[in-house]
């Protein structure tokens, strides 16, 4: 979407990314990625329970929380690293806690298979480097204490598996927009963000969301920490967090808007 400044003839994606437009700041309007959040809202418990069964299928799993989610592919800009590393801190203070990485796209058996018959010098073996990264972060965990979902389709009754969810691309400019942050809003799941993509747009520090540096394991580890120890925050970030969403990307509004533009 657009934004534009009088007298400058430039538009900004998400705040970040600028490029010269011969027009004025009076012919673009703005007009968000929408979301349904009626299919946030009326989520059949059914669903989250499916997940729950295939997902969470040894009395070990089920007994594990807080649940601590990540929807990112495993590449390096996404930060999954560092939320591994914040993980390990956790643990400390909650040992029964669960981090479960999904939206990684990987198959490990898959992955494993292929490097094993790849060569050193084999050029297809160096797109493997930021997944191997995450492998190697992950081995450091104890046995039992993360779970892998490489691809989930109902993504509505997935947030409802977390109780905490953590975005953190390394930088402001990779994510492009970064769904995952409007879906943990409408989700109703207080999150621990860097600002990138959308996030510039509607995040605030300890009202919509915990916001930490770049790169940063010990303060997304102090983040969470903190809202799995004040109730009365979470209860203040889910709420503002749902509004926020709800105000912005609502896509029955973006759908008017939409119209009365054309």
């Known amino acids: 979407f657009f934004q534009a400044e009088d007298g400058i003839r430039d538009y900004k994606v998400t705040g970040v990314q600028t490029c010269a437009l011969p027009i004025s700041?009076?012919?673009?309007?703005?007009?968000?990625?929408g979301f349904d959040v009626d299919q946030f809202v009326n989520l059949e418990p059914a669903r989250v329970e499916r997940l729950k069964s295939k997902y969470l299928k040894t009395d070990e799993l089920k007994r594990r929380a807080p649940v601590i989610g990540v929807a990112a592919r495993y590449v390096k800009w996404?930060?999954?690293d560092y939320v591994i590393r914040a993980f390990k801190k956790v643990l400390t203070e909650h040992p029964q806690a669960l981090l479960i990485v999904s939206g990684g796209h990987v198959d490990r058996a898959v992955v494993m298979s292929k490097m094993q018959?790849?060569?050193?010098a084999d050029v297809v073996a160096h797109q493997y480097d930021d997944i191997l990264a995450v492998f190697a972060c992950l081995s450091e965990l104890p046995d039992g204490?993360?779970?892998?979902i490489p691809f989930e389709q109902d993504l509505y009754a997935l947030?409802?598996?977390f109780d905490i969810f953590v975005h953190v691309p390394t930088d402001p400019v990779q994510e492009t927009?970064?769904?995952?942050y409007v879906e943990s809003?409408?989700?109703?799941?207080?999150?621990v963000i860097t600002l990138s993509g959308s996030a510039l747009d509607h995040a605030v520090h300890r009202e919509n969301a915990w916001v930490v540096d770049y790169q940063d394991s010990d303060q997304i580890a102090d983040g969470i920490l903190t809202l799995l120890s004040d109730p009365a925050l979470r209860e203040k970030i889910v709420g503002n967090a749902f509004a926020c969403a709800q105000e912005r990307y609502e896509i029955k509004k973006q759908t008017q808007i939409g119209r009365a533009h054309v």
């Open 185 to 191: 809003m409408l989700a109703k799941i207080p999150s």
């Open 117 to 120: 018959a790849a060569s050193h």
């Open 159 to 161: 947030f409802q598996l």
């Open 25 to 33: 700041a009076d012919q673009i309007s703005l007009i968000p990625t």
């Open 145 to 148: 204490s993360y779970l892998e």
């Open 177 to 180: 927009f970064g769904q995952v």
């Open 78 to 80: 996404k930060g999954v």
